[in-house]
């Protein structure tokens, strides 16, 4: 007969589940901030009120919006997510969690296959639920309409405070104070703002006027110094003359947020006397005559609204500033330097200049992928930020932190064969006629 034996379980120690919670407010006055802080303690002694659970912390971002994905907080909870350090997220709504009906369900998809449950209190909805999905589905489609129509009803009120002439957004400038909503001159940056127009329209260049406010060691709005850029900008600017051209700029769409100089798209008001002058109407139309004619003269072209794949993401950890994109002496070829190199010289920062082509490849291995793509790049990459010569610091969009070190090519590697066949063609040109030469002689 054959032996048959009973084999108890083994007791497992009950383990305590680790809950985490997110937390957002979207302004950053003290009413929000004040939210915020509460959000915080509330989560954390609702957390801690279980004895089942283990504090897994509270990750809160402020004054950004729901309908973005690069919020830091945010970030570091997936990153800690995927780490294997929780099990459980709790936050207060959808609409805390995103408003991008596309952001949430890719982000609970993810946190779903990891064995992360996220609960959202308001809607009472576990994701790891049957029916969590469905409901995530119809409810966060409901908070992105939502979100747009705010979105678009903040747009009507904006506008129809334009065409009053209201001015909307004026957080201060060079020259001017904000006093309880109230625009007043600042007497000292007057005299300064009035000095520049008059050293402009005197012949001096914008890198001369720069050069002359450094020298006397007066600084720019900021605290920093001034650039042939910021002084450009505030020769242009009509709020100068006690005058405002409403809607410069307008939101492309109320997911992104991002803000586009207005070429036509919309209507624009001009509107006289919002505010006290510094800079009377003939000098200022006399500077932008000057302007007009020495962009003629040195060709300056406007390539402001050029969006290249590396634009406004790469920056110098040297002096801060943003790296722009210049033709390379090979034709065809375009090299990334700093702002502050190409505007102030190597002087200011010593930063050195990235081939375009060495970025893509370099940035393609970084992505794991046989050719740079733009959308891959886009997606997935923060931001580069460049310490020193030759090396280059990707940051992922999920906080992941990745150095590459790239070599200087050699000047054999980087003649093209279109460049070795005109050298070739020069030195023959060269030899032919000093042999010819020669036989003259003889």
Request: hydrophobic share 35%; charged share 25%.
């Amino acid at each position: 007969m054959r032996k048959i034996q009973r084999v108890e379980p083994l007791t497992k120690l009950p383990t305590r589940k680790r809950v985490s919670a997110y937390a957002r407010v979207s302004g950053s006055n003290d009413e929000m901030l004040h939210s915020l802080a509460a959000q915080v303690s509330y989560f954390s002694g609702y957390i801690q009120k279980h004895k089942d659970w283990e504090y897994a912390g509270v990750y809160a971002d402020k004054a950004l919006t729901g309908t973005k994905d690069t919020r830091p907080e945010f970030q570091r909870l997936l990153t800690d997510c995927r780490a294997g350090l929780v099990d459980m997220v709790i936050t207060k709504s959808l609409t805390r969690f995103a408003r991008n009906t596309v952001t949430m369900l890719e982000t609970v998809r993810e946190l779903k296959t990891l064995g992360v449950d996220v609960f959202f209190q308001k809607e009472n909805i576990h994701s790891m639920s049957g029916d969590g999905e469905l409901m995530l589905t119809i409810l966060a489609s409901f908070a992105q309409e939502e979100s747009r129509s705010a979105s678009e009803n903040c747009k009507w009120s904006i506008k129809k405070r334009f065409e009053k002439g209201t001015m909307v957004g004026f957080y201060g400038m060079y020259g001017y104070c904000l006093v309880k909503g109230e625009i007043t001159i600042n007497e000292e940056q007057a005299a300064v703002v009035r000095q520049i127009f008059e050293w402009y329209i005197e012949g001096n260049g914008m890198v001369k006027v720069a050069q002359l406010l450094n020298g006397k060691g007066i600084t720019s709005y900021l605290g920093g110094r001034w650039t042939s850029s910021n002084v450009g900008e505030l020769l242009k600017n009509e709020k100068y003359t006690g005058n405002a051209l409403l809607q410069k700029f307008f939101s492309t769409d109320h997911l992104t947020k991002k803000q586009k100089r207005n070429r036509g798209e919309l209507p624009q008001y001009f509107a006289e006397g919002t505010h006290t002058a510094i800079i009377d109407m003939t000098t200022f139309e006399e500077a932008q005559r000057v302007r007009q004619e020495r962009g003629a003269h040195f060709k300056v072209h406007d390539n402001s609204n050029n969006i290249y794949p590396f634009s406004g993401k790469i920056i110098c950890e040297q002096c801060g500033k943003k790296y722009n994109r210049k033709k390379a002496v090979r034709v065809g070829m375009f090299n990334w330097q700093c702002a502050t190199f190409l505007q102030q010289g190597k002087r200011f920062c010593p930063a050195k200049q990235v081939p375009e082509e060495t970025l893509m490849a370099v940035t393609a291995e970084v992505l794991g992928l046989e050719a740079f793509d733009e959308a891959v790049f886009q997606k997935r990459i923060s931001e580069i930020r460049i310490p020193s010569a030759n090396r280059l610091v990707f940051i992922f969009s999920d906080g992941r932190i990745v150095k590459r070190e790239w070599k200087d090519r050699s000047r054999s590697e980087s003649w093209t064969p279109e460049m070795k066949q005109q050298a070739r063609e020069k030195a023959l040109l060269i030899c032919e006629g000093g042999c010819a030469s020669s036989v003259r002689v003889i």
